[in-house]
């Protein structure tokens, strides 16, 4: 066999390998996965693949713990929307490079679509296209962050903001959102824990991981905030218009004057196709504060040396928003009004569970365990990793949004799926109750 003589000894036999390489872990890095929903759910899921003597019935596995309701037929996406796809593709004109902000078109749809329900019309220029909205996140972090430089965020919360922050080296800084007010702001933590290095503010509405829908005039006072603060505030909106309660959706952006908005969004759930990847960061700033401080020049220049969401979704996207027919929303918002009632109404009777408001919007209801109702429970991880295991019922612990001895539960699955796994997660609890013995 020829050897080129490299590792090689002088008979010609290949050298060991070095003890050592030049390869360091990235630290930062590594720590990420604990933030993450994927890697959390993936975690509680492992023991339901393990030999698991307690399961001895071929039952399905019940998804309560992610926010993709896509794989149920009761949640199948618009035809209008599979048709525009469709058309784009078979075009063949759609098959080159976009633009870093996306192709002119697209950001035009986006813009009209968007100033409906707002003071001020938006141009193309406000809007930047992106790979979902996981990468308006990334993108809008990464041109915030400097030396120094903090991000206030809400717990609980999406934590692939702190990932991104911390991946940036900027400080997250927490601030609450209360279970008694409907999940509201706690804007006294807000000013509390500003400084002159807190660039943003991030408020998600309709609510991820929490279910609630924020009034106008609770809005109103995040923007005030924000402007005593000199922040800006960044508006996760990627649920907009998926509410079902008493409070209708209104975007940040109507406050843009007030205090400068992006709005992040994407048309991953309102839609239902998470896994097409396309989602937008939106300027809400007819001040101009953004130009003047070049935070719309960092937004391009990270696009530009970034991925661009693939160029068939984004020349679908006009058909799409303009052709979706508003029964698919209703009927949307019907079926998620159902399984949200279904939702509260059952975690009414489960013991060691407390659910402090019913779910007005989004995908998700945030409940508080009683550990001291329950016997060998150590906390929220060890309860969903149980849960899993005896029940095949998988849920989000709280640890992953940020709140200890909490669960996320997603009621956007098909409502018969949804009662089968809240009956499931009710006899968990009762086998584990100090207070009753199953027979």
């Known amino acids: 066999m020829q050897n ?27 720590r990420l996965s604990a933030l993450s929903v994927r890697a959390v759910l993936g975690k509680v899921k492992s023991g339901i693949m393990a030999d698991n003597p307690t399961i ?13 309701p896509s794989a149920f037929p009761c949640f199948s996406t618009a035809p209008e929307a599979v048709s525009a796809v469709a058309a784009a593709l078979l075009s063949g004109r759609h098959n080159s490079y976009s633009s870093g902000v996306g ?36 993108v809008v972090c990464s041109a915030l962050a400097r030396p120094g430089a903090n991000l206030l965020l809400p717990r609980p919360g999406y934590r692939f903001y702190e990932a991104r922050a911390g991946f940036n080296g900027m400080e ?49 006072k995040v923007a005030e905030t924000a402007r005593k603060l000199g922040i800006f505030v960044i508006a996760d909106e ?34 239902v196709v998470p896994g097409w990847r396309l989602g937008w960061i939106v300027t809400n700033d007819p001040n101009g504060v953004f130009q003047r401080t070049k935070l719309l020049a960092s937004i391009k220049s990270y696009l ?3 991925s661009s969401p693939a160029t068939f979704i984004q020349a679908a996207l006009p058909e799409l928003l303009e052709n979706t ?16 009632d279904i939702c509260w109404e059952k975690l009414q009777g489960i013991n060691g569970i407390t659910c402090p408001s019913k779910p007005e919007g989004s995908m998700f209801v945030m409940v508080k365990l009683d550990l001291s109702c329950l016997q060998d429970i150590e906390d929220d991880m060890d309860f969903c990793c149980r849960l899993a295991k005896e029940e095949l019922v998988v849920v989000l612990p709280g640890c992953a949004v940020g709140y200890k001895n909490w669960l996320r539960v ?5 409502p018969s799926s949804l009662k089968d796994g809240l009956d499931r997660l009710k006899s968990f609890c009762l086998r584990h109750s100090k207070s009753k013995k199953v027979i």
């Open 4 to 30: 080129d003589g490299a590792n090689a000894d002088d008979d010609g036999r290949q050298a060991p390998p070095p003890d050592a390489w030049n390869f360091a872990p990235n630290e930062a890095l590594l």
């Open 56 to 68: 001895a019935d071929s039952r399905p596995v019940i998804p309560l713990g992610h926010g993709d």
């Open 103 to 138: 192709l002119e078109p697209a950001r035009r749809a986006v813009a009209r679509h968007l100033s409906e329900d707002l003071p001020c019309e938006l141009s193309p220029d406000d809007v930047f296209l992106t790979g979902g909205c996981s990468q308006a996140i990334e």
């Open 172 to 220: 997250a800084r927490y601030f609450g959102l209360l279970p008694e007010r409907g999940w509201e702001v706690d804007l006294e933590a807000v000013e509390a824990i500003a400084d002159g290095n807190t660039v943003a503010m991030v408020i998600v509405n309709p609510g991820n991981p929490c279910g609630n829908v924020y009034t106008y005039d609770h809005l109103a």
């Open 238 to 271: 990627v649920y907009a218009h998926l509410t079902f309660g008493k409070n209708g959706f209104v975007p940040m952006g109507v406050f843009g004057s007030v205090a400068p908005v992006l709005t992040l969004g994407s048309i991953s759930k309102r839609w």
């Open 304 to 306: 530009y040396v970034t």
């Open 325 to 340: 027919k508003k029964e698919f929303f209703d009927k949307t918002i019907d079926i998620l009004r159902q399984t949200a």
């Open 410 to 414: 997603t009621f956007a699955i098909g």
